[in-house]
């Protein structure tokens, strides 16, 4: 037994063979109370083509290959984000010590060499991936809409907003208990950057993809 989804999508290859057109048809599904979205959905999965007979588009699809290059393309962006922020912090303390960092100026050093360590190796690692895939993306339909690609994208554009969440939480906890030094607030404004700009990255990424489905 067919779902709703199949449903629609056997109405819009029905009505594309037929000859309507598409706004015809968005207008038809809209009006029985399909939401625009799912039309509009169900039409892309259709190429706009002068073939007489509907041509499928290019769907989402996930392989071993594509799952292996992501996850550790994502790996390496979180262990960069992760490091880089460390390094920013231990500056920080350094620019700006008190009392605590000052007698733990050994940890600060230890801190230091592990953040540039991290970067060292994971950020060309993950430059290169980045190269590497967007190449592919730009040969291929069905690489651009690898579907490990997608769901790892909204999976870091989720962490980002939950960090930036977290950010404001402790921005405003920090003020409220009287604890907003400067060198807080630099290290708040740190992480707000960090994550605004991952969060505007795969945004403009997923919705260039969205587009082009």
């Keep these: 037994m067919s779902g709703p989804g199949e449903d629609l999508v056997g109405f819009v290859r029905d009505a594309l ?8 048809i968005r207008d038809a599904l809209t ?8 039309a509009d959905r169900a039409l892309a999965a259709f190429a706009e083509s002068e073939f007489p007979l509907p041509v499928p588009s290019p769907r989402p699809h996930v392989s071993a290959r594509d799952t292996f290059l ?3 393309l994502f790996t390496a ?3 960069t984000v992760w490091n880089f922020g460390a390094l920013l912090f231990t500056l920080i303390d350094i620019m700006l010590p008190d009392e605590a960092a ?6 600060q050093q230890h801190s230091l060499r592990w953040s540039i360590a ?5 950020a060309p690692v993950f430059a290169f991936l980045t190269r590497k895939m967007n190449r592919e993306r730009a040969r291929s339909v069905t690489a651009r809409l690898s579907g490990v690609r997608i769901w790892l994208g909204y999976l870091a554009l989720y ?9 404001m939480i402790a921005l405003i906890y920090n003020f409220l208990n009287g604890d907003l030094t400067l060198a807080v607030g630099l290290k708040i404004l740190v992480v707000a950057g960090i994550a605004a700009a991952v969060f505007a990255y795969y945004l403009a ?4 993809t969205e587009g082009r489905r």
């Design 17 to 24: 063979a037929a000859g309507q057109p598409r706004g015809a």
């Design 118 to 122: 991290g970067l060292v190796v994971a």
């Design 159 to 167: 962490g980002a907003a939950l960090t930036l969440i977290g950010d």
């Design 31 to 38: 009006a029985a109370g399909w939401p625009a979205e799912q």
């Design 70 to 72: 992501y996850l550790t």
């Design 205 to 208: 990424d997923l919705r260039d």
């Design 102 to 107: 000052m007698r733990n100026s050994q940890w």
């Design 77 to 79: 962006l979180a262990l």
